[in-house]
């Protein structure tokens, strides 16, 4: 009985070993396949990534019912959020009207990136609705990204805020008449600031300045307005200078975004 016994336990054991390859395996081959990088999602990755946005949707929902205010708070909450995203619309709607050489698709904030806020979103835009990796991703108060992933019915976007992996984005300063071509090569974390280099030491850019896309490296169109010039130092050998720049959009806080498809009359 004792010899049996035995041999009973070490099958149990064996089977438990099998059954945590076999479920190891079988992870490592989905977290494989949804996080490959290519410009859509495969069909597990896709599913996968609908299961993650329901999850999150719930969550949010338990807390909001855990953390639920008094009445006349949440009627006034209610009325500040009503206002809020009215005003967010009606600015949405001015983009349209400023970049009529694209086809505008708004979309909404489902998802924050949970490891660091200002890497990246979920919007709930995708394949069916025209969206493309690497399209621009705007809001009223200027460029904060770009399409880095595509499902058929949400997408994700990779915020010029992001640290993990800095976006490059081709830039032009005007200043007194002149115009000087830069590169923002990330966020400065410290400072809250983007940083912007390349710029040569004898530019006459002053603190105020606009800057803009300039349309150079083909991904983001001309013109998109990306923040202004707050602070300028040069470099030791005084050869260059880094600007760093000041964006209107608060990156912790956004509802709403705009898509622009490229070579689409609206």
């Keep these: 009985r004792e010899a049996f016994m035995r041999r009973k336990k070490q099958e149990k054991k064996k089977r438990i070993l099998i059954g945590s390859i076999v479920v190891l ?12 990088q290519d410009k859509n999602y495969s069909m597990v990755g896709q599913w996968m990534k609908e299961v993650g946005v329901g999850i999150t949707r719930m969550f949010s929902i338990s807390v909001q019912q855990v953390l639920l205010p008094s009445p006349n708070e949440l009627d ?30 708004t979309a909404l904030t489902i998802e924050r990136n949970t490891d660091y806020f200002k890497e990246g979103l979920t919007i709930n835009k995708g394949e069916k609705d025209g969206i ?59 400072k809250g600031l983007f940083r912007v280099t390349g710029i040569a030491s004898q530019s006459t850019i002053q603190i105020g300045d606009k800057i803009t896309t300039s349309g150079l490296g083909g991904i983001f ?20 200078k880094t600007l760093y720049l000041a964006s209107g959009q608060d990156f912790n806080q956004i509802n709403y975004v705009s898509v622009l498809v490229r070579g689409v009359e609206s």
Excluded: C, W
């Excluded at 079988?26 to 490959?36: D, E, K």
């Excluded at 909450?77 to 009503?82: E, F, N």
């Excluded at 990796?133 to 108060?141: N, R």
């Excluded at 399409?147 to 984005?169: A, C, D, Y």
């Design 76 to 105: 006034l909450s209610l009325s500040k959020a009503k206002d809020q995203e009215i005003e967010e619309l009606k600015k949405l709607l001015e983009i349209k009207s400023t970049y009529t050489q694209f086809q505008v698709i």
């Design 221 to 240: 169109p001309e013109g998109i307005y990306v923040g202004e010039v707050v602070e300028v130092t040069q470099d030791e050998f005084g050869i260059t």
């Design 132 to 190: 493309q990796k690497d399209m621009a991703v705007i809001t009223p108060y200027g460029l904060i990204g770009k399409i880095s992933k595509v499902g058929q019915t949400f997408s994700e976007v990779r915020l010029l805020s992001s640290l993990s992996e800095p976006i490059q984005v081709s830039v032009q300063v005007n200043s007194q008449e002149e115009t000087y071509h830069g590169v923002l090569s990330g966020y400065d974390e410290k």
């Design 25 to 36: 395996v079988v992870g490592g081959l989905f977290l494989f396949i949804f996080y490959r």
